[in-house]
Structures are given as C-alpha cells and as structure tokens.
C-alpha cells in the first residue's frame, strides 16, 4: 500500500526541504515529483558566483529551472552554467542563465545531474538521454558532483539491470565497433544493439556520434568495473561509456517515505 510522503523523513543533512503539494489527493508523489523534491535539495548547494555543471534529462531539467528561478528571484547572483547537453543549452538560455564552456572555464564547481543507475558506492550509468560524454567531461571537471534520483535508480550492482549500458561510438564502421564490444561482454551474455531515434534512424549524439546499448543477460556484479571500462574504452571507435565510476560526491534520492542523502565515503 502507498504510504504518505513524509517532508520530515529527512536524511544524513538533517536539513527539511520544500516538498511539493502531491498532485492527487492520495497525498503520494508522482516520479516527477520525487524528481523536482530530490533536484530542488540539490540546488541548496548552489550559491552566487559558482560556475556550475547543467545536467541532462527529466531530473536534471527540476534543477535548471529552479537555478533560472533563483537567479530571476535575485536570491542567486552571478552564476555561470556549462550545459551537458543542446537540449539543457536551450533551457538554460531560455532562463535567461549565462552560459559557458570549459574551454573558458576548466574548473567547474558545483555539477548536479541525474542518472540511471546508482549502486552502494555511488558508481552510476548514464546516458539514457545520449549526453554520456559531455557529462562525462563536464561532472569529471567539477569540484563536486551531486547525483539526483528518484528511488527507483537504486541498483545493487550497476549491471545494465534497469536499462543496458550505453557507449557513445564514431558512425564509421559502426557494425565492426559494436561487434567488438560485443565480444569484450560476451560472459555476460551480451547484445550490443545500435540506438535507434524516433523515426528508426541511428539516434546521432550531439557530438555526430552514435550510442551503442549493451544488454547484459547476466547480472555482472561480480566484474571488476575498472576493468571493464578499460576494455571498452581501449576499443578503437569507441569514444566513451556511461559507467561513471567514482565520480559522484553526493546522491540526493527521493522516495515515498523522504529524502536521502548519500555522501561518497560515507556508510549512511
Ligand atoms: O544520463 C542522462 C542523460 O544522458 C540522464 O541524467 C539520465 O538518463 C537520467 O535521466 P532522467 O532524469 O530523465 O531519468
């Protein structure tokens, strides 16, 4: 049985946070709502002058539009975003949030993201919304990157159990790549399948590349993640994977019953 959200159900922070009215009168939030709660805590940790790492994705997008709002309502001042995605480029200029790159600004301090999966030690997949790489460079930038989910993100392995993982590649001679990675996860029972977007074309990433998704058969939690991510990212053709491994400082996850908070290297 749904049980009501408890705002007072608060974390390791101990910090109560807005929560949203719930849209029906169950008094239970909808996923976009854990979403918005779990995003809002994660602009707490915004403050003026910071350069900060813009996220991609339905999280992601909660955190944006409230740093928009903050900076319209005077309360944040002098912020400049680098967004991980067109799409969060769009949004952002459309708040009115200055914008920038890493060319200008190789120290970000503050990132805040979603993502697919998250396991115990904070490792996650990314790249669902195809933004893996520019997240990738812009996250592993950052000073501090702040994770944000809804509770249904929570794996004990990440093992492609939720969706498969997906590697960003160049179009040339896409079959070949795939095949290759194919063979690296073939214990596992591997699938390597090329993405596909919405009229049945290869989905093409905003770098012109193209994203593989590997379906694994077989739960591989007992693999050494460092290991496979050499593999992958040994392959020629490959220009990255989703498996970001040791980059997260903080997971906020909002669930039914409250928000918590999960600081890397912390048992809580
Ligand atoms: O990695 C991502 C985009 O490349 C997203 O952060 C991830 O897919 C989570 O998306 P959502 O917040 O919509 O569930």
Request: proline content about 4%; overall charge negative; hydrophobic content about 40%.
């Amino acid at each position: 049985m749904a049980r009501a959200y408890d705002p007072l159900f608060i974390t390791s922070d101990n910090s109560p946070i807005d929560v949203p009215s719930p849209s029906s009168s169950s008094m239970t939030l909808t996923k976009d709502e854990l979403k918005r709660i779990a995003a809002y805590k994660a602009v707490d940790f915004v403050k003026s002058n910071m350069v900060l790492g813009l996220g991609t994705g339905s999280t992601a997008k909660h955190a944006v539009d409230r740093i928009g709002e903050l900076l319209r309502q005077g309360k944040l001042e002098n912020i400049v975003g680098i967004p991980t995605s067109k799409k969060t480029q769009e949004q952002a200029l459309s708040l009115n949030i200055p914008l920038s790159d890493l060319d200008a600004h190789p120290v970000v301090d503050l990132s805040i993201d979603g993502a697919d999966e998250v396991d115990p030690r904070l490792n996650l997949v990314k790249g669902r919304g195809g933004s893996l790489l520019r997240e990738k460079m812009i996250e592993g930038a950052s000073k501090k990157f702040v994770v944000i989910v809804d509770e249904s993100k929570m794996v004990k392995h990440i093992d492609g159990s939720k969706m498969a993982l997906p590697v960003e590649i160049v179009p040339f001679c896409w079959k070949f790549t795939a095949e290759r990675l194919r063979r690296v996860m073939e214990g596992y029972g591997c699938e390597a399948r090329i993405r596909l977007g919405e009229k049945g074309e290869a989905f093409v990433t905003d770098n012109g590349n193209y994203i593989v998704d590997m379906y694994l058969e077989k739960d591989m939690g007992d693999l050494n993640l460092r290991v496979v991510s050499d593999e992958i990212l040994r392959l020629p053709g490959v220009v990255e994977h989703g498996m970001f491994l040791d980059m997260a400082s903080t997971v906020i996850i909002a669930g039914e019953l409250g928000v918590k908070i999960k600081n890397k290297h912390s048992s809580c």
